[in-house]
């Protein structure tokens, strides 16, 4: 309210003493605008009270003191919209300020325009998670119910269990029983009473008692349970047991030492030894909480920049029964998600497991690159974080530039060439790094949209294909064309010569009209057949960013994995979809190398067969018919054509 009303004064007093007409006539637009803001500053909800307190003067202070520290955090791009306001104010761009509060003011109702206080997440490197994320999911770790069963059975009923045997022991006339093919020989129970029995009983069914208020109660038919119950009858001897019972003790004894051994021999001891052991383990959970707590020494919004110092042993002072215990690797490897590291190093770790989870991580480092335009560090700061978590919201309806806070940050970016080659730099180290960890994998949208902006920071206009019917994809598909000309991809697909030049192009819904005269059957079948004329982008990275030299180097390792990845798929409907993605991307990487040697190791499981031998025909000059058939009984694998059997068989 202060900010409006003293910028209101500051356009009455131009508007009157202004010489030049033109600066008059702006004032009194700027009153205007001003008499409307303060009209309407009258909060009707909690984001818009908090919104509006941050354009008083204490507010601003605190987004001023927030740019120059770097303490905040922005989760959703529409955080970042105050603190671009405060830097405007703070550089004398008022006018700027006024525009962008104008433009904000219907937003303040219904969302928050301000960033969390917070330490930023640093950005030299990425990460998969927080180190806030990793703790939650470490502190959310129980013991599983079958786990707790089994150390409360070696804790607690296994010592009980071996006393109660004991005390029937004791009361067996001869030897103790045993079994002889399913028999039970040897003595009997409930014929001898030492003395100190009934005092041993005494304390048995209290600790017994104890143990059934603490812990779940035995099975009913168990041996435990017959031996309980009987014990409980025969408070000084036998006399309320009738001779069917007397025989169940009997029994329940010698599956007992059948199984494990008398009471205190070597092998009743050496199990319950190991039994111990295994029991006194510390648990998963208790280790996962310890290791929770070592990640509170790192900021919460963070990440690690190593796993050296929560790796080490657990110290008593964390937990003294699991002291000395190592952490186990995989609880590490749940730690590493927050590792700070540069992509690569990510992916050889595993934590980056897949092309989605690469395209998460990648707006860490397209938002930094973004940002090197912009000379203030505070201003920068504010636009990479604002960047990545636009990137990691849901789809938006507007382009990132679209958003009038970006908009109002646009005057003061400088597009260096330094910049844009680092830009360019990062897209290739990405696309080999996502071509040579998952080979078989089509590149997702979300990695490709990530593509897209690094190709556009870096000056490059790439024709990538994340909608298939578009005219990307008609310029994809020229590319495609041009480049893999009398490859082996080019034959096995039928590749038409696509022009390179729109003005050759009759119509244009020429590519959808390809796509669909090309595909058999369902909707799925034609988009499939655009994605193998575009090589879903392949082809244009290779060429652009001029990766034949690296991919003829990999190419057959990457061919090997895609198709042996393609041949252990499913024939479900999902897992053939799957596999012809995977066989057309190995028959890609193929056609940059000698395709030999890779072809004479492909297995022949049964039901693959048929694209196995199609793909040989293929690359020995022989052509599929309009079926898709060769004359070998070769099919083309493509993801709506079954191949549960050879063709013509």
Not at 256 to 269: D, K
Request: some cysteine.
């Amino acid at each position: 309210m202060g900010y409006a009303t003293d910028r209101l004064q500051h356009a009455l007093g131009r508007a009157l003493v202004a010489a030049d007409p033109a600066v008059r006539r702006r004032a009194v637009a700027r009153v205007d605008v001003w008499c409307g803001a303060l009209q309407d500053l009258v909060p009707e909800t909690d984001a818009e009270r908090l919104n509006l307190r941050y354009l008083g003067d204490e507010g601003l202070a605190e987004l001023g003191q927030a740019l120059r520290t770097g303490c905040y955090r922005i989760d959703a791009p529409e955080e970042a919209a105050m603190l671009v306001v405060a830097w405007l104010l703070e550089h004398d761009q008022h006018a700027a300020a006024l525009d962008l509060v104008v433009e904000l003011r219907p937003l303040m109702r219904r969302l928050r325009l301000t960033p969390t206080f917070s330490p930023a997440p640093s950005g030299a490197v990425v990460r998969r998670n927080t180190v806030d994320d990793v703790r939650a999911q470490l502190r959310q770790a129980t013991v599983r119910p079958q786990i707790a069963a089994m150390r409360e059975t070696l804790q607690v009923w296994n010592p009980l269990y071996d006393q109660l045997v004991a005390l029937w022991c004791d009361t067996v006339d001869g030897d103790l029983p045993s079994l002889s093919d399913g028999v039970v020989a040897g003595g009997w129970p409930c014929r001898v009473w030492p003395d100190d029995w009934v005092e041993r009983r005494r304390r048995w069914l209290e600790d017994y008692k104890l143990a059934a208020e603490l812990h779940r109660p035995r099975p009913p038919k168990s041996n435990f349970t017959r031996l309980r119950v009987a014990l409980e009858l025969c408070p000084e001897d036998s006399s309320a047991l009738d001779g069917r019972a007397v025989g169940w003790i009997r029994r329940a004894l010698a599956n007992t030492i059948g199984a494990h051994g008398t009471p205190g021999s070597a092998e009743r001891e050496a199990l319950r030894t190991t039994q111990r052991e295994v029991a006194a383990q510390p648990a998963y959970a208790t280790l996962a909480h310890v290791l929770s707590a070592r990640l509170d020494a790192f900021p919460r919004q963070g990440g690690l920049p190593s796993l050296a110092p929560i790796a080490g042993p657990v110290d008593c002072t964390e937990s003294p029964a699991a002291a000395g215990a190592a952490i186990p690797d995989h609880l590490l490897a749940k730690a590493a998600r927050a590792l700070e590291a540069p992509i690569g190093d990510l992916v050889e770790r595993g934590v980056i497991c897949s092309g989605e989870v690469l395209a998460d991580v990648l707006p860490q480092v397209t938002s930094q690159l973004l940002a090197a335009n912009i000379d203030d560090p505070a201003l920068a700061l504010v636009y990479a974080q604002t960047y990545a978590a636009f990137r990691r919201a849901p789809e938006q309806e507007v382009s990132f530039g679209e958003l009038s806070w970006v908009d109002a940050v646009l005057p003061y970016r400088d597009h260096s060439e330094q910049a844009v080659r680092a830009a360019v730099q990062t897209l290739r180290e990405t696309t080999t790094v996502a071509l040579g960890a998952f080979p078989q994998a089509m590149l997702p949208g979300a990695l490709v949209r990530e593509f897209g902006a690094l190709a556009a920071r870096g000056g490059l206009e790439l024709p990538l294909v994340a909608a298939e019917f578009t005219a990307n994809g008609r310029a994809a598909a020229a590319v495609a064309s041009r480049v893999l000309a009398g490859s082996l991809y080019a034959r096995y697909y039928d590749l038409p010569d696509w022009p390179t030049s729109r003005i050759r192009w009759r119509r244009g819904d020429d590519f959808a009209e390809a796509c669909n005269r090309r595909a058999v059957g369902t909707n799925g079948a034609v988009l499939e057949q655009s994605q193998i004329l575009t090589t879903h982008n392949l082809a244009v990275l290779i060429d652009a960013l001029d990766l034949a030299d690296w991919l003829r180097e990999l190419a057959p390792e990457l061919a090997d994995r895609a198709f042996a990845w393609a041949l252990r798929q499913p024939t479900s409907s999902k897992g053939l979809k799957d596999a012809a993605a995977a066989w057309r991307q190995g028959i890609f990487y193929l056609s940059y190398c000698d395709p030999g040697p890779t072809l004479g190791r492909l297995p022949r499981p049964g039901c693959f067969e048929p694209a196995v031998t199609g793909l040989l025909d293929v690359a020995a000059g022989k052509r599929f018919d309009r079926d898709g058939r060769t004359p070998n009984g070769g099919r083309r694998l493509l993801a709506n054509v079954r191949m549960a059997t050879p063709a013509g068989a």
